[in-house]
């Protein structure tokens, strides 16, 4: 049961259920894609990416979701082990609901709980399991109460967006007649807004480079974790979003010239794209 202070200031258990799994969403969002564990996800307006070690977390305020990666682990064992890690860390945790969802076209089991996280506030988790061949991940999603019903519209466009990708991309093979191939072009870089936390320049801008695909255009064109993209063909990058959407507009075979900020230092960087693995 949820602390009473707060009891007075919810809905019934059922109804919280059913806006847990009911309510739609429709909210803007721009694409965060990790190339070296191979998923895409939409980060909602206004959220923030934050890299946690392996991990990767979309926040803002006191909700969140984490995107972790189990491997020789079941779908349902990978949630009840996060449930019960959780659990141990929270008071009065509960279990609201088990079932599963379609994630990425394919099903998804999840867990619904309830409880007070370490901060005292009442809050509800929700884990979803989604397989990625012989990888797992996890969808671990957390809500205050009060930002129930304004939150969860974004949360669920969170885990409706999450698609798994095919590993770090094979090298490129040339269409007909020598042309590029057509279709999607594929950097091969993770990329976040910079944060007032990063060691940065004054007035600095641009794309926090986050992670870099093993034997992708990025890593051979010299880019590193750590880089701050800061122009893309001379013109200005003032978010992360900016750069996967000049690479949207090109195709495989294209070259793109980068201004690359590392440790102060700005430098020109050209990335040969190939098509999206």
């Not at 929270?90 to 007070?116: H, I, M």
Request: charged letters at 25%; aromatic letters at 4%.
């Amino acid at each position: 049961m949820l602390n009473p202070t707060v009891r007075q200031t919810i809905v019934p258990v059922p109804a919280i259920i059913l806006l847990l799994l009911v309510i739609p969403w429709a909210v803007s969002a721009d694409p965060y894609e990790d190339p070296r564990r191979g998923y895409r996800v939409e980060v909602p307006a206004g959220w923030k990416v934050r890299q946690l070690g392996e991990d990767v977390r979309l926040e803002r305020g006191g909700a969140g979701v984490l995107i972790s990666m189990s491997e020789g682990e079941a779908p349902g064992d990978l949630v009840s082990r996060v449930a019960e890690q959780v659990g141990s860390q929270w008071s009065k945790f509960q279990e609201l609901k088990r079932g599963s969802v379609t994630v990425g076209g394919q099903p998804a089991p999840f867990g619904l709980y309830s409880g007070v996280n370490p901060k005292g506030v009442a809050s509800f988790l929700k884990v979803t399991a989604v397989p990625g061949g012989r990888q797992v991940f996890a969808l671990i999603a957390t809500i205050p109460e009060p930002d129930l019903a304004a939150l969860k519209p974004v949360l669920d466009r969170i885990e409706q967006s999450f698609v798994v990708r095919a590993a770090p991309p094979a090298p490129r093979d040339s269409g007909p007649r020598g042309e590029p191939p057509a279709g999607p072009a594929f950097l091969g870089a993770g990329l976040r807004d910079l944060e007032p936390d990063d060691e940065l320049p004054p007035n600095a801008a641009g794309a926090f480079v986050g992670v870099v695909a093993p034997g992708g255009p990025a890593e051979r064109a010299g880019i590193e974790p750590g880089d701050i993209v800061t122009h893309v063909d001379g013109r200005p990058v003032a978010r992360a979003a900016d750069l996967p959407r000049a690479v949207a507009a090109r195709r495989p075979g294209d070259v793109l010239e980068l201004t690359v900020l590392r440790e102060g230092r700005a430098t020109r960087v050209r990335v040969t794209l190939e098509p999206r693995p």
